[in-house]
């Protein structure tokens, strides 16, 4: 009796592949199909119409193809064989197809095998052929491919490997492969084993099949891998989504109402007085995103449950000024809040800011402090032991109200007396272990209220806010006093003398007395700056860019100053920012440029978020494609925060149609944020959305397509929380409930929340 659960191996046989190794090794450990159930749940990648030829574009060398095609000319022919010296027999066939043909050859030692291709491969004849794409004299070639031939009848007869196949509907599926494993090996197994399994249990109830349109489990699996048309295929492919998606809805849906039964500290203000004072003295009105947004989030704390929200604005949106309320909001009420910021440049740029806000409303306990007055420390890892003595005593008493700080603030000896807030700058920076760290550190176990910002969401936080992990708030509308910043790529490989151009365009905007940024990726020629390629890319995307850079020297902060005071700006007042500098000289260097007293600062992405320079209206990004969409769409908020049109050049080698340039000329061509998210992750897929890993190709999600399945996404939502309304523990769906059990069990997923 062959079940879902049997080993894959009953349904196999002993196959062996065309060179004799084990087709059954490549399916179970390669493929890592070990079970029926897994072998069904292995699904087609794509279909042939097998009814019509096979288009083909862009072929190149060494491609494995897998196409529809018909034999348009067959010629035997004789030869001696020179290894044996007697004659021998050679099938040479054209493969016509919906664009290129393709040459065929095969060779026999036999006058009986070489009579048996002359039959085989007659004029007319059709079948799906799969090889490696070769040329040979400026023709296209297919060489050594396996084939299944159709018969008059249209059904499959016997290849070459001698495989037999049931008849072959409209459209064949042709499925993920490894070494020695071919699609049809794939096909055979699968057909088998449908017609030996009675029974596909269905975890889905039939009540939401029923009200969502769903198709049922074993209908669905006939026909993904058998259909007879396009509309079956979606139909399947639609249920293996939504399944998906309502188990991982289930999940998440079971944690946030765990995490609400835990219960929060409401944080409703008090009696406000240090932010009525603060709004009072604010020398401009906040505009009415800001309000509205204050608002929510002023909801939100004021719940015995903990807020989760995502605060989406775009760079200069005046994000900061709202979170700061927020943190305002909660010391009013008694609690502490910390800000998380990503380097310690934009640690000391946020405590410059904010105690500049706050003036004497920030500095209590001190002499000229306000009777309203709170404290606010800067924590960071550059400090001394000394210096850091006084700020972790004042968290730990609570004499302190706000902390901001960088990676320092998750280390074991920093406590918080009564931390109501965290507020996490520019997410992308962080992992989700960071930012549980932080919030571990609550008072009681009671979780605090989390603020997430960023001007760009990662692939990660876009796939969580559609899954309804987090509650967004948006900032569209740009504070007065913020100004277009016009984007243009500079495309050395075609274009070479344009960088003389954005040197020039520096030099006019110094002359009009303004000040420039020249952002690079490396420090020097072999040291890169902490974070200069984009986390968020995973370790086989970073090894890939570390390959190519090998083929381009990239530009690198000394050298690059260097060669500008030496010619394209000489003259000019020229200083150098990155990671290796001594905390005083970068927090010197960036007080010089802020006074205007340097022209040009040539920085890695120490700058990238936080960086408030009004008079800086030029960037010019060297090397631009080796940075992300969130990176350089950050980058580039650095100018035109002064009301002064901002200029930003994305300066490149990447060819025309690369991936590379594609991402800049999406960045050159808006920006709105959101877009630049979509792109970002169309590019890059999902986020692992249970995982530790921040983002990039390696997904969780089998099926689904946060941005293509957004749909799906919302209704499996829906129907998530309506079981879990009136069952939260799943028990009349023990199907359902082990899913969810194994997701919840996973150790990844005790990040869900934490993020």
């Not at 305002?328 to 934009?346: F, H, N």
């Not at 300066?651 to 920006?671: G, I, K, Y």
């Amino acid at each position: 009796m062959i079940d879902l659960d049997s080993p894959v191996e009953t349904v196999l046989g002993e196959a062996r592949g065309r060179k004799g190794k084990s087709r059954n090794e490549g399916i179970t450990e390669r493929l890592g199909l070990r079970s029926v159930r897994d072998l069904l749940h292995h699904f087609p990648r794509r279909y042939l119409e097998t009814g019509s030829l096979s288009a083909l574009e862009d072929l190149r060398e060494g491609q494995l193809l897998t196409v529809v095609g018909e034999i348009s000319r067959s010629h035997a022919k004789k030869y001696n064989d020179r290894r044996t010296g007697r004659l021998a027999f050679r099938q040479e066939v054209v493969l016509r197809t919906d664009g290129p043909s393709l040459q065929m050859t095969f060779f026999a030692q036999q006058a009986r095998i070489g009579k048996w291709n002359e039959q085989r491969f007659s004029v007319g004849r059709r079948g799906i052929f799969m090889g490696k794409v070769g040329s040979f004299r400026g023709e296209w070639q297919l060489t050594n491919p396996a084939m299944v031939l159709f018969g008059a009848d249209g059904e499959a007869s016997e290849d070459l490997a001698a495989l037999s196949l049931e008849a072959i509907g409209p459209l064949y599926p042709i499925y993920p492969l490894t070494k020695d494993v071919e699609s049809w090996d794939l096909q055979k197994a699968i057909s088998f084993a449908r017609t030996m399994i009675d029974e596909v249990p269905d975890q889905i109830p039939e009540s939401v099949l029923d009200e969502y349109d769903v198709l049922d489990a074993r209908t669905a699996l006939d026909l993904i891998h058998a259909p007879e048309t396009w509309d079956h295929v979606r139909r399947a492919q639609h249920r293996f989504r939504f399944e998906e998606a309502l188990v991982t809805q289930l999940v998440l849906g079971r944690r946030r109402r765990l995490v609400q039964a835990m219960g929060a500290t409401p944080r409703s203000g008090g009696p406000g007085a240090l932010l009525e004072a603060f709004d009072a003295r604010l020398p401009f009105v906040l505009t009415s995103g800001q309000q509205q947004v204050g608002a929510q989030i002023e909801e939100d704390l004021a719940r015995p449950h903990p807020m989760n929200r995502l605060l989406q604005g775009e760079v200069g949106s005046g994000k900061t000024l709202v979170a700061l309320r927020a943190m305002l909001r909660v010391v009013d009420s008694g609690g502490q809040a910390a800000l998380l910021a990503p380097t310690e440049v934009l640690a000391q740029q946020h405590h410059r800011s904010i105690t500049a806000l706050l003036g004497d409303l920030g500095a209590g306990g001190m002499l000229g402090g306000a009777a309203e007055a709170t404290s606010v420390e800067l924590l960071t890892g550059s400090m001394t032991k000394t210096q850091r003595t006084g700020p972790l005593s004042r968290l730990a008493t609570g004499e302190a109200g706000i902390v901001i700080g960088t990676h320092a603030l998750l280390e074991d000896q920093v406590q918080f007396f009564d931390l109501g807030l965290v507020v996490v700058d520019e997410q992308h920076r962080f992992g989700v272990e960071q930012r549980a760290a932080l919030t571990d550190k609550s008072r009681d176990g009671v979780p605090p209220h989390v603020l997430v910002m960023t001007a760009t969401p990662i692939p990660r936080t876009v796939a969580m806010t559609v899954f309804g992990d987090l509650e967004v708030s948006t900032l569209r509308e740009l504070p007065a006093g913020r100004a277009a910043i016009q984007t243009n790529v500079v495309p050395l490989a075609e274009q070479p003398a344009w960088l003389d151009r954005a040197w020039q365009r520096i030099r006019e905007e110094v002359e009009r007395g303004h000040q420039a940024y020249v952002v690079c990726p490396r420090i020097t020629g072999d040291e890169l700056e902490q974070g200069e390629f984009d986390p968020t890319y995973d370790e086989a995307e970073l090894e890939s860019r570390v390959a190519e850079a090998t083929a381009h020297t990239l530009a690198a902060v000394e050298e690059v100053v260097v060669e500008l005071e030496t010619h394209a700006l000489h003259g000019l007042r020229i200083a150098a920012l990155h990671g290796k500098l001594a905390p005083d000289e970068k927090d010197r260097t960036m007080r010089a440029f802020a006074a205007g007293e340097i022209d040009v600062l040539v920085a890695t992405t120490v700058i990238e978020v936080g960086v408030d320079v009004a008079n800086a209206t030029t960037m010019v990004l060297l090397d631009a494609d080796r940075f992300g969409i969130s990176q350089l769409h950050q980058l580039r908020g650095r100018v035109g925060r002064g009301g002064l049109p901002g200029l930003c050049l994305l300066v490149s080698h990447a060819p025309v149609d690369s991936e590379a340039r594609v991402r800049l000329d999406a960045v050159a061509s808006t920006t709105d944020g959101f877009e630049l998210s979509r792109v970002d992750l169309e590019q890059r897929r999902e986020g692992d959305v249970l995982g530790r890993s921040q983002s990039g190709y390696q997904s969780s999600l089998q099926n689904l397509k946060v941005l293509r399945d957004e749909d799906t996404i919302v209704a499996a939502r829906r129907a998530a929380e309506e079981l879990l309304d009136t069952d939260q523990a799943l028990a009349a769906h023990p199907m359902l409930a082990e899913s969810v059990l194994m997701m919840e069990a996973s150790r990844e997923s005790g990040f869900m929340e934490k993020s």
